[in-house]
């Protein structure tokens, strides 16, 4: 297509040129280079003008897709679009067939766009590439193993170990991302302690990013109090069951389905409550955010009274784009208009969150794998929801209680069911005692003697060793208790004189009263924990040997 071609098309085509996308709203020219798909969701299709096709199949090409568009959410349009990129290299059928004798995995994502392009609509069927369709529709690619993805080393479930170090890094970010010195913040501090807060509610509720983007303040309620339907009648936003008591001071969280492509209009069944740690994390979040909120809007003479800001924030969304701060408005009916409960503005984009939570743990945190040592452990949406059904499935949960941890059906859970997979691996022993073995090399304990606040003792006050960082133990909830849960810890430094016997003894007691009826969590614990003393004890011996030989 030249630009003659394309200016004559765009004069003389008498059809359909405006459709509507999937998201309410928004509409887009067949025959425009740019097509808006909802908030921030651009679709750039110039490229498509420098394809060597005449203009019948370029028009046809465009139909394809403006059709596909309207009953699509933008995700799964870009990723239909990018396959055509490759496909339109092979229009004619015996040149596709040969290409498509080359393609591997590809195959599937190949077919199911083309199957999105010539078969979804009921109002129109490519003609360029339904032979394309019909060339390779019934071809038997396989079932791809739902197991083997599950138990992926790369892509799958965590193991025992990643899943406790990307908590320990997590937990220890959190308490200096909320160790604030002022309660002033700057953008870069913000930025942090939002990326962590966002971190801290997918491992929470086992939600996807693109649910979690959609959360403004209005869906955090204190336990006892009710999320209410919205006044606009088609959209359904009260959850069917609510967390309604509790003697703790809590809060339930509201959160809407995300692959209808629709933002904020199905409320999911069920609130989430969350723990207390987790709410008062939240509030103290909530906090910062609206003082830095305050600061900025005073910088643009813009004074809100309590009531003011507080309905401000309850319409903004809780993970917000850095835009929100450095916006700058002429009045307060100028900010009101902006914002609302069905407003997209200054929601993350799902892809710049991931992006975020991708650098904060490859960039910022240190969480180490035993499987993949020299490749960086990064909390991921897919593998943490991996990693709470299957923990759940070796727990014993039922069916409907599995579903119920990701809001899926019963169904999409199956895989997880029938996995085959032997009981939970209990911790490497090489890999423990590598662990231990750079705790002795790294930090002189000498060092760490000096100061009193780092001496872990035992309740009969022995030294049993030493934290490198007092103030990372002060929000640790290990289940064993310190001394005995400090083993695991890339905290804790064991003293090499120190009587460990008493509680790898007392671990394993606890173990063989737990085994029977304990909770799994807690028996995976106690392995965890009788593996690293067991670890300590053999590097100590091996260390004290010399010492009496240099002695003799």
Not at 150 to 167: F, V
Not at 535 to 551: M, Q, S, V, W, Y
Request: neutral net charge; proline residues 4%.
């Amino acid at each position: 297509m030249n630009k003659s071609q394309t200016t004559d098309l765009k004069r003389e085509y008498a059809g359909q040129r405006v459709f509507s996308a999937k998201e309410e709203g928004y509409t887009f020219d067949v025959l425009s280079d740019e097509w808006q798909l909802g908030y921030k969701k651009l679709l750039r299709l110039g490229w498509m003008n420098e394809l060597n096709v005449d203009p019948a199949t370029f028009l046809d090409l465009r139909l394809a897709i403006a059709h596909t568009a309207s009953r699509y959410a933008y995700n799964s349009i870009t990723g239909f679009v990018s396959r055509l990129k490759n496909i339109v290299d092979n229009l004619d059928v015996n040149e596709f067939q040969a290409w498509w004798l080359t393609l591997d995995r590809y195959k599937k994502n190949v077919r199911d766009g083309l199957f999105a392009f010539c078969q979804r609509s009921d109002d129109y069927h490519s003609t360029t590439l339904s032979p394309l369709y019909e060339s390779i529709k019934d071809e038997n690619l396989g079932r791809n193993s739902g197991t083997k993805g599950i138990l992926d080393i790369k892509s799958g479930a965590y193991s025992e170990i990643e899943h406790d170090n990307i908590l320990e890094v997590l937990r220890i970010e959190t308490l200096q991302a909320l160790d604030l010195d002022s309660n002033l913040l700057t953008q870069q501090k913000f930025t942090r302690l939002r990326n962590v807060i966002a971190s801290q509610l997918m491992v929470a509720i086992v939600r996807r990013p693109v649910q979690l983007v959609q959360i403004k303040w209005c869906d955090v309620l204190r336990v006892g109090q009710e999320f209410q339907s919205h006044k606009e009648p088609d959209r359904k936003w009260e959850p069917i069951t609510q967390h309604l008591f509790s003697d703790v001071e809590q809060l339930h969280l509201r959160t809407f389905k995300g692959k209808d492509g629709e933002f904020r209009f199905n409320a999911e069944s069920r609130s989430h409550r969350l723990e207390p740690d987790c709410s008062q994390m939240l509030l103290r979040y909530y906090q910062a955010y609206e003082n830095y909120l305050s600061h900025q809007l005073q910088q643009s003479r813009i004074t809100l009274s309590p009531d003011e800001m507080t309905e401000v924030m309850r319409r903004l969304p809780l993970l917000p784009d850095q835009s929100l701060f450095s916006s700058e408005y002429q009045s307060e009916s100028e900010l009101f208009r902006a914002i609302s409960d069905t407003s997209q503005a200054y929601h993350l984009q799902p892809a710049a969150l991931l992006g975020n939570l991708d650098y904060l743990f490859k960039a910022k945190l240190n969480a180490q794998s035993d499987r993949l040592p020299d490749v960086p452990l990064a909390l991921k949406n897919n593998r943490w929801r991996h990693t709470q059904l299957t923990q759940a499935v070796w727990q014993g949960f039922s069916p409907a209680q599995i579903a119920s941890i990701t809001g899926v059906t019963i169904q999409a859970i199956e895989p997880y069911i029938d996995l085959k997979a032997p009981e939970r691996v209990k911790i490497d022993q090489a890999y423990a005692g590598n662990q231990i073995i750079k705790k002795f090399d790294t930090t002189s304990v000498k060092e760490l003697k000096k100061d009193n606040a780092f001496c872990v003792k035992s309740p009969f006050d022995e030294e049993m060793g030493y934290k490198l960082n007092p103030d990372n133990c002060s929000s640790c909830k290990s289940k064993g208790g310190a001394p005995m849960g400090c083993y695991p810890c890339d905290n804790f430094r064991p003293l090499e004189t120190a009587n460990h016997q008493q509680y790898l003894d007392k671990a394993e007691r606890k173990l063989e009263l737990n085994s029977q009826s304990g909770h799994p969590a807690t028996v995976k614990k106690l392995n965890k924990i009788i593996n690293y003393i067991k670890a300590t004890i053999a590097i100590c011996n091996e260390r004290k040997i010399p010492k009496l030989g240099d002695h003799q």
